[in-house]
């Protein structure tokens, strides 16, 4: 079996493209189920397109072998783009996905709806030994609900309501949301590359 590395520890991401990769019949392999040490990656890049590379070409360099890395995040309009590229550590370094929707829900507490549109970007980075970093880019536009709604998903799905939705991503079902999604998008992007990416 095929098998590409992602360079994340996020359960949620590693979740939605181990159900993506599933269908080409590829096991993607998160960063929490190597058996092999891999260094921690700081997050230093000001952009997404940054930290994505930061942490494809840091796994992929220490392994020697072709990683795929995401970095994602909400971009909401009346927030100025914020939390963008701090999405994970918006309410602190604990990478707190309650304390991050609340804080979004505060700040946007007087802001009516037609003004609460938003996106989530996914980009990806695919680092592979001796040839040039490559990047895709998906994205999902929607708009912050006034509270949280649903228990599916991960980080700020109970607060994102898709276009064309009246529900929030964690409202609907694992696949529904991998029908629409900023990730699901960008890896559509990806076709011909998967072969070179994988490895075993
Ligand atoms: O589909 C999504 N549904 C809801 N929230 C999402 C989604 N996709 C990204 N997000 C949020 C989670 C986190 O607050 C930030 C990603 O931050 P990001 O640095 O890319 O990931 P992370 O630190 O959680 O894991 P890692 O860097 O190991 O991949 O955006
Ligand atoms: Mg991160």
Redesign the pocket.
Known sequence: MKEIV?????K??AR?FKTFFAKGNIVAKS?LEMERFTPD?E?TGKT?EE??AL?AEGISRYLDIPVL??????IIDALDGR?G?Y????AGED?D?KA?MAKVLEELKNTPMDKRTAR?I?MLAIAIPGKETLFRTGY?EGRIAFEEMGVN?????PI?IPEGYSKT??ELLPEE?NQI???KNAIDQLEGLLGDLSHV
Do not use: M, Q
């Open positions: 992602i360079a994340t520890k996020n949620g991401k939605e960063l990656i997050e997404f930290n994505a942490k890395a995401d970095d994602s995040g909400l939390p590229v999405s994970a550590r918006y990478k996905d991050n989530f996914c999902c998903g991960f980080g700020y799905d994102f991503l964690a949301k999604s900023h990730r």
